[in-house]
């Protein structure tokens, strides 16, 4: 079992920043991409920043200058710095986290995703 934990929403004026983060625990072998969506009242889900595991990251143009994912592997955990906040960034964040199993077949590790319950981030204009 896989345990997902997000943590460093709250509520924030205009121009400011918040640090969330997301421990992974549990039974698994590693950890492959490691992310971070928002969904915003009334809207689809969408991708705000990934993490390979060997560290290339993606952005979501909206973002980019202002976010930075970042991971910690003997933690199991992943952050987002988010500078510069605005109220278009007022939703609620999600981490993804893509497991490996510890089981081989054909060569490969089962990957199986998980979710975290989600912490709020309200921006005050």
């Known amino acids: 079992q896989v345990h997902v934990v997000e943590s460093g929403g709250g509520l924030v004026q205009a121009g400011g920043s918040l640090r969330l983060a997301c421990a992974t625990s549990?039974?698994?072998?590693?950890?492959?991409?490691m992310g971070w969506y928002r969904q915003a009242p009334g809207k689809q889900r969408e991708l705000v920043a990934a993490i390979t595991s060997g560290g290339t990251t993606n952005y979501a143009n909206s973002v980019k200058g202002r976010f930075t994912i970042s991971r910690d592997n003997a933690k199991n955990t992943v952050y987002l710095q988010m500078n510069s906040l605005n109220a278009e960034d007022t939703a609620v964040y999600y981490c993804?986290?893509?497991?490996?199993?510890?089981?081989?077949?054909?060569?490969?590790?089962?990957?199986?995703?998980?979710w975290g319950q989600g912490t709020q981030v309200t921006v005050s204009s």
């Open positions: 993804n986290i893509e497991t490996t199993g510890w089981t081989v077949v054909a060569g490969k590790r089962r990957v199986t995703p998980y």
């Open positions: 549990g039974t698994f072998y590693g950890i492959n991409a």
